[in-house]
């Protein structure tokens, strides 16, 4: 790759295209960044360094700075696919939800209908229970009733005979 001259004060990194070694990117294929590889073995071999061990760190530097950086079509096919897998997981969730929803409304259904099934049940054991009650206690009231009648007669029986035998008692003692 022919290098291109930059003075010493330009950066190394700066807004451009990557050409990687041995090769060129498509033109959809452009990064935000520059890497001035001619200006990094120049500095490296100003510093002391051999020029061919200065030629390989910058060969692999541009191989690696290639290897790691997206373009923007991978970017916006990365974007895409997720953006599709969203999409799809967006609708499997809906349909969950969904399936959900109808799960649980039916069980609310059945639990409703349990119960009230259970509140009929209850309702007539109830109802039956207080009929039985009622009956209990009108038959109570009936023979207490009876009883009653009979301490009555028994009451009233004697209170006539005793008036009878006062009225007959006073009329022999009256001349």
């Not at 290897?67 to 916006?76: C, V, Y």
């Not at 009650?133 to 009108?138: A, G, H, L, N, S």
Request: net charge neutral; proline share 5%; charged share 30%.
């Amino acid at each position: 790759m022919p290098p291109t001259p930059h003075s010493p004060d330009e950066p190394v990194f700066g807004p451009a295209a990557i050409r990687p070694a041995g090769g060129s990117m498509k033109s959809a294929e452009v990064a935000e960044f520059v890497f001035d590889s001619h200006r990094f073995v120049k500095r490296l071999t100003d510093a002391g360094m051999d020029e061919r061990v200065a030629e390989v760190l910058a060969d692999e530097q541009v191989a690696l700075l290639t290897g790691n950086l997206a373009t923007r079509t991978a970017l916006a096919d990365t974007e895409a696919g997720l953006r599709t897998n969203l999409k799809g997981m967006e609708t499997g969730l809906r349909k969950d939800l969904q399936d959900r929803d109808a799960s649980l409304r039916k069980d609310l259904k059945a639990m409703e209908t349990g119960l009230r099934k259970d509140l009929q049940d209850r309702d007539a054991s109830l109802r039956k229970d207080l009929k039985a009650t009622e009956t209990r206690i009108r038959s109570d009231l009936e023979r207490r009733l009876a009883e009653v009648r009979a301490d009555l007669m028994k009451w009233m029986f004697g209170a006539l005979i005793a008036q009878a035998a006062l009225i007959v008692a006073l009329v022999k003692l009256l001349p």
